[in-house]
T-cell receptor, first 114, second 114 residues
Framework: DGGITQSPKYLFRKEGQNVTLSCEQN?????MYWYRQDPGQGLRLIYY???????QKGDIAEGYSVSREKKESFPLTVTSAQKNPTAFYLC?????????????FGPGTRLTVL | AQSVAQPEDQVNVAEGNPLTVKCTYS??????LFWYVQYPNRGLQFLLK??????LVKGSYGFEAEFNKSQTSFHLKKPSALVSDSALYFC????????????FGKGNQVVVIP
């Protein structure tokens, strides 16, 4: 059964802690993306990767970091430098980094800072 | 940079009536346009896309959208709304010859009243 998985579904973090959100896909997609969703603001792009061992900053990369060591995995670390990390985080992938391909989304991780 | 406007925060419609969700876009050159739907605490699901050709695009669950280049619009429509269509709808645009970076609108909450 192909798809994108994200874990955990819910994550609680104390201020000052780094946390890592997992994103795995078995669709053999080349490109992967991380978005942040806040109420009334739509989705904003954090980082994206079009190929293994390469990634680019999106519109709101400050306070986040990523790695792309394997084609199927694109973990996102929310660092203590991110001032307002409470949000719903969505991972997506697409077959290749061309504009006409739709993106497939994971179920999301809801991060709450305590 | 590309952008999307979804002017209405919420669309209320009676079950069985036609449903329209509005979207206008801004992009340099010709666009690729997408509609996604999101149910509470879930990821986004792809509904349909416009790449080229016929301006009327048909998608999943009876939805369709019409591309209007002169008005830079891509409104989503369904002839007869169902209660199960109640969800958050996102319009998105990417550039041709781009890197598949999607710009999302802020989303429209659709409420179908039984």
């Amino acid at each position: 059964d192909g798809g994108i998985t994200q874990s955990p579904k819910y994550l609680f973090r104390k201020e000052g802690q780094n946390v890592t959100l997992s994103c795995e896909q078995n669709l053999n997609h080349d490109a992967m993306y991380w978005y942040r969703q806040d109420p009334g603001q739509g989705l904003r792009l954090i980082y994206y990767s079009q190929i293994v061992n390469d990634f680019q900053k999106g519109d709101i990369a400050e306070g986040y970091s990523v790695s792309r060591e394997k084609k199927e995995s694109f973990p996102l670390t929310v660092t203590s430098a991110q001032k307002n990390p409470t949000a719903f985080y969505l991972c997506a992938s697409t077959i290749e980094g061309q504009g006409y391909n739709e993106q497939f989304f994971g179920p999301g991780t809801r991060l709450t800072v305590l | 940079a590309q952008s999307v406007a979804q002017p209405e925060d919420q669309v209320n419609v009676a079950e069985g009536n036609p449903l329209t969700v509005k979207c206008t876009y801004s992009v340099s050159g010709n666009p690729y346009l997408f509609w996604y739907v999101q149910y509470p605490n879930r990821g986004l699901q792809f509904l349909l896309k416009y790449i080229t050709g016929d301006n009327l695009v048909k998608g999943s669950y009876g939805f369709e959208a019409e591309f209007n280049k002169s008005q830079t619009s891509f409104h989503l429509k369904k002839p007869s709304a169902l209660v199960s269509d109640s969800a958050l709808y996102f319009c998105a645009v990417s550039r041709r010859w781009g890197n598949n970076r999607l710009a999302f609108g802020k989303g429209n909450q659709v409420v179908v009243i039984p």
